[in-house]
T-cell receptor
């Protein structure tokens, strides 16, 4: 069993839909990162969370430490949101990565 | 630059050759991490530096892999006698300290033919 599990693995949505990607983890946690990876491999850090909720534009990330669960929400999705979204849990000096959720937003 | 820079962005090498991958972290960041991502998988940990020293190198797959950070800033990941299975995207990240936000480079795509 992986230390970090993401769901769904693949997600296809129509432009404008509300999207949720889930992440559950079994390791200890210092912080949780949501990352975005576009074709070509480049990674962008979207959020770092250790509690509660953060919002940036159309993106919202929440974390429940007791339940060891985090969600990434995208409101009013757009084709340019198409990417792989990766949940990464940081514990001390290590990151534990989920296998990613491949999102395709169709116009 | 303001972000983590990795060079080269792409590297194609023949099986058995030696390669070096470079990571320039954000200035002042003491923590530096190397990860690699094989096709279709999430990144896996290789090594973590705190300053000049490798605080945790438990993720290096074998003794063909070695990484240095002699002055506590730029790091080089070195792979000897490359094998086709080494083909992956090698990612570098840095953070100001252990529990602060980490910033990722764009990665180096290594292809061993």
């Amino acid at each position: 069993k992986n230390e970090v599990e993401q769901s769904p693995q693949n997600l296809t949505a129509q432009e404008g839909e509300f999207i949720t990607i889930n992440c559950s983890y079994s390791v200890g946690i210092s912080a949780l990162h949501w990352l975005q990876q576009h074709p070509g491999g480049g990674i962008v850090s979207l959020f770092m969370l250790s509690s509660g909720k953060k919002k940036h534009g159309r993106l919202i990330a929440t974390i429940n430490i007791q339940e060891k669960h985090s969600s990434l929400h995208i409101t009013a999705s757009h084709p340019r949101d198409s990417a792989v979204y990766i949940c990464a849990v940081r514990f001390l000096n290590k990151f534990y990565f989920g296998s990613g959720t491949k999102l395709n937003v169709k116009p | 630059g303001a972000g983590v820079s990795q060079t080269p962005s792409n590297k194609v090498t023949e099986k058995g050759k030696y390669v070096e991958l470079r990571c320039d972290p954000i200035s002042g960041h003491t923590a530096l991490y190397w990860y690699r991502q094989s096709l279709g998988q999430g990144p896996e940990f290789l090594i973590y530096f705190q300053g000049t020293g490798a605080a945790d190198d438990s993720g290096l797959p074998n003794d063909r892999f070695f990484a240095v950070r002699p002055e506590g800033s730029v790091s080089t990941l070195k792979i000897q006698r490359t094998e086709r299975g080494d083909s992956a995207v090698y990612l570098c990240a840095s953070s100001l300290a252990l529990n602060t936000e980490a910033f990722f480079g764009q990665g180096t795509r290594l292809t061993v033919v």
